[in-house]
């Protein structure tokens, strides 16, 4: 069936370093991607959202990627934080078809640590 | 205004028993979704409710799981007769609509223990 993966579950990184977490998605009615973030007991927490019709898109201290010819999506966080530990997850979803774009599928997620 | 309450936060239940998981959506939005997480994985898609109807529930187990969304009251996940492989984390989000891709919010879960 379709899926959203992550290529790789554990990433550390030392404070002040620049990370990027990767996703590969394989639907390709895909048109809205989002990125989140979970701590650790709590909810995922939205940081960063994309449309198809965009390759590129920044936020505070973040940009997400979208490489739609080889289905993959990269979350970049710069000056990385110890509060930013806490698992990623990359999401898609589709209006295709009238579902509603709150149906996402999520990959696995990726643990990011951040070393002081 | 707050956010996605969903209570309990920790339940308990040993195996045959019912769990009810309640998810009170933010103030204005009338759509919700129940996922859920087991541990290590991300998130798996079960139902999407309005106002009361169910409008999809193909992530929805055949048996023992059901969902309502009244038109007062909490949105309710049941789990019926529950057994150890249903102990996971269940999440609702809430959105004011199904064309807003933006405005989907968690709650923090409910984490189901089946004993």
């Known amino acids: 069936g379709e899926s959203v993966g992550l290529h790789l579950p554990t990433l550390s990184v030392q404070e002040g370093d620049n990370s990027i977490i990767n996703c590969a998605y394989s639907?390709?009615?895909?048109?809205?991607f989002i990125w989140y973030k979970q701590e650790s007991g709590k909810g995922p927490q939205f940081i960063i959202d994309i449309r198809s019709n965009m390759d590129k898109r920044q936020g505070q201290r973040v940009t997400v990627l979208l490489n739609k010819t080889v289905k993959h999506l990269s979350l970049q966080i710069a000056a990385t934080q110890p509060g930013d530990s806490a698992v990623y997850f990359c999401?898609?979803?589709?209006?295709?078809?009238?579902?509603?774009?709150?149906?996402?599928?999520f990959g696995q997620g990726t643990i990011l640590t951040v070393h002081p | 205004n707050a956010g996605v309450m969903q209570n309990p936060r920790h339940l308990v239940r040993r195996r045959g028993q019912e769990a009810r998981l309640r998810c009170s959506p933010m103030?204005?939005?009338?759509?919700v979704y129940w996922y859920r997480q087991l541990p290590e994985e991300g998130l798996k898609f079960m139902v999407y409710?309005?106002?009361?109807?169910?409008?999809?529930e193909s992530g929805m187990p055949k048996e023992r799981f059901s969902a309502e969304f009244p038109k007062e009251g909490p949105s309710i996940l049941r789990i019926q007769q529950v057994v150890r492989g249903d102990s996971a984390a269940y999440f609702c989000?809430?959105?004011?609509?199904?064309?807003?891709?933006?405005?989907?919010?968690f709650g923090e879960g409910s984490r189901l223990t089946v004993l």
């Open positions: 103030k204005g939005h009338s759509h």
């Open positions: 999401a898609e979803s589709s209006n295709a078809g009238g579902t509603s774009y709150g149906k996402l599928t």
């Open positions: 409710l309005q106002k009361e109807n169910i409008i999809d």
């Open positions: 639907n390709s009615a895909s048109d809205y």
């Open positions: 989000a809430s959105s004011p609509n199904q064309r807003s891709p933006g405005e989907l919010f």
